[in-house]
């Protein structure tokens, strides 16, 4: 087939000597900065020749650009077309401007063939009124290349080994046949299918081959990448770094890696998220060698940042449900000489009052942390008071998509509401708890689930008035519809059972609906027993919702939903309280900000709704 080579990599052209010679003149003439990712040796050697045209050409030119072109083209050009960067300057001389016309073709030639534009058709006119010049650039790109043909061939051990890491690459490699031929998306394509490779067993992975050759007539790409896989890597042992205040112990014990295990990044970045997740370090980075010669047990370098001893966090910040808020939290890290935590944390809004104190230990050889703790918690919502104050014990370990913990807590809460005589409850509960998350981002989930499962109980006689089993679940779901839409799915249950009255159960182990992360339509936890005006908790708890997402673009999208739940003492006499409304999503820098406007379909009420909607 006719046609040329064409890996778009520009030659280095110009007088880098002459330039230096020249060094004070350049300085002066204070150039500018090349665009970023276009011909940085290009400018460079406009800027030579504009600098020794400068010597013999002391008179300056000004002038306007119009480019007239296709949007994108337009835009291209605009930025980093010479000609177009330098009308910004007032120190270009006549003779500076007649070569930057001169260069003006050839310039729009490189820029365009970076859009996969390889015949244009360029012309430039040059007119001059009360001496200020005015050119004209107009340029027809001419039909874009498209993708022929795309073979990607794979050498080393991926060929015999790992099959499945082979079709990852592949599947990575965005660019398809019929796809516009663009420098972005071929670099980008390379270097998504290498990453890919990478990810898994094959660190060393490399391109050995990359060629797109165009033919200018027929208008078509045929790209070939060949890659070399290499060997299997294996992890070898930590190499920490940076550990002055905490024993390196304690990322030792949360290192879910073994010695000899297969390389996958995966792994790494659970190491740095086990790591991230203790108290002790600001910051974690960690990289691995690459040495194809030296693939068994590969060394993992382990860079720390460390917290000091003291800390001191604190915060202010507005929701919907429960108003303005201010938090803090003091924490001293290094509690008996040993790298316990203490903690003292608060928290004070609208609705709540809280306050904890915990001496946590550091993680066990299995990633097992022990605390103690005790709290206090005054909640004010719906004409009912609940006070509750809490002691006990707990284990917990935290993994890369599962969280779990298992707890003792000695509850004695009080409920004060419209009526007189408020009710106090005590009880001794174990508990367990799971929480798993399998999303495919966890900031920005698009695909997948989180679960939460609690189960309790209690006996009477044991530091407990009443005898109940507690069990609760939440699960929300993501369903992609396509590029741009999206379906969430949320369930929710909650249940004591008891063969006694909800008075004689800790009130706050109960359950109410309502507000922005349950029923949208009606205010925070409204849905309950209605009892003179005061809404109190229930014995179960059942909401749903459904919501469908359209993104307009990558960071702005709006959504419609369907709410349902209810909260009742007796399941037979249990009323659904349905909602329904639109919002607005925005994919912040901190996390996904949900704006809402619900409407109550029993209540008759519309109601508001700002919401950081993190998947927990």
């Not at 729009?108 to 390889?118: H, I, N, Q, S």
């Not at 001496?359 to 006070?387: E, H, K, Q």
Request: glycine fraction near 8%.
């Amino acid at each position: 087939m006719a046609g040329r080579s064409f890996d778009l990599v520009c030659a280095v052209r110009g007088a880098a000597a002459k330039l230096h010679a020249m060094k004070p003149l350049v300085h002066a003439m204070k150039p500018l900065a090349p665009a970023a990712g276009h011909r940085p040796a290009a400018a460079l050697t406009v800027l030579t020749a504009l600098v020794l045209l400068a010597v013999a050409a002391p008179a300056f030119a000004k002038y306007d650009v119009d480019i007239d072109a296709p949007r994108n083209v337009k835009k291209l050009l605009k930025d980093h077309l010479d000609l177009a960067r330098f009308a910004k300057r007032d120190d270009v001389s006549d003779d500076q401007f007649q070569f930057l016309v001169t260069a003006t073709p050839k310039d729009v030639r490189d820029l365009v063939a970076t859009e996969g534009y390889f015949t244009p058709v360029v012309r430039t006119d040059v007119t001059t009124t009360d001496d200020k010049r005015s050119v004209k650039v107009s340029v027809d790109p001419g039909p874009q290349t498209n993708v022929a043909s795309v073979d990607l061939k794979f050498t080393g051990a991926v060929t015999t080994e790992d099959r499945k890491q082979e079709n990852a690459a592949r599947f990575a490699f965005a660019m398809k046949e019929g796809d516009p031929f663009t420098q972005g998306a071929w670099d980008d394509a390379k270097n998504a299918a290498l990453k890919a490779l990478q990810s898994r067993r094959y660190l060393g992975a490399r391109i050995v081959r990359s060629q797109a050759r165009i033919n200018p007539r027929t208008h078509i790409a045929d790209l070939s990448v060949t890659f070399d896989s290499g060997p299997t890597f294996t992890f070898g042992k930590l190499d920490i770094s940076g550990t002055k205040r905490y024993p390196q112990k304690i990322i030792e014990n949360v290192n879910p890696i073994n010695e000899g295990d297969i390389y996958d990044i995966t792994r790494v970045n659970e190491l740095q998220r086990q790591v991230q997740n203790t108290p002790y370090y600001a910051s974690v980075a960690i990289d691995a060698d690459n040495d194809v010669t030296k693939p068994l047990e590969t060394p993992l370098h382990v860079k720390v940042s460390e917290y000091p001893y003291h800390s001191v966090r604190y915060g202010v910040g507005y929701a919907t449900d429960t108003g303005f808020h201010i938090q803090g939290a003091y924490s001293y890290l290094n509690t008996f000489g040993a790298a316990y935590p203490f903690t003292i944390a608060g928290r004070l809004d609208q609705t709540q009052q809280y306050g904890r104190v915990q001496l946590a230990m550091p993680p066990d050889s299995r990633g097992w942390i022990n605390a103690i703790f005790g709290s206090y918690t005054i909640t004010d919502v719906s004409d009912t008071n609940i006070y509750s104050a809490r002691v006990g014990v707990q284990r917990s370990r935290s993994t890369q998509n599962i969280d779990t913990t298992y707890s003792l807590t000695f509850y004695d809460d009080r409920l004060t509401q419209n009526e007189p005589n408020p009710s106090t409850a005590r009880a001794l509960v174990p508990a367990w708890t799971w929480v798993r998350r399998d999303v495919d981002d966890p900031l920005f989930p698009r695909r997948g689930n989180v679960v939460r499962a609690e189960a309790s109980f209690a006996v009477k006689g044991l530091l407990t008035d009443q005898t109940f089993a507690r069990l609760y679940t939440n699960m929300q779901q993501y369903l992609p519809l396509g590029r741009n839409d999206l379906l969430v799915f949320r369930a929710e249950f909650g249940g004591v059972f008891t063969t006694g009255p909800s008075s004689g159960v800790p009130a706050s182990l109960l359950f109410r609906a309502g507000g922005a992360n349950s029923v949208r339509g009606y205010s925070y936890l409204s849905i309950g027993h209605n009892v003179s005006g005061s809404i109190l908790p229930t014995k179960y708890m059942v909401t749903g919702s459904s919501e469908y997402q359209h993104w307009f673009t990558h960071d702005w999208g709006g959504a419609v939903f369907f709410d349902i739940g209810t909260a009742t003492d007796t399941w037979g006499e249990r009323v659904f309280q349905p909602g329904v409304g639109v919002g607005a999503r925005w994919r912040s820098p901190v996390g996904p900000v949900n704006v809402d406007v619900a409407y109550g379909l029993k209540n008759k009420s519309i109601k508001p709704y700002l919401t950081l909607g993190i998947a927990f």
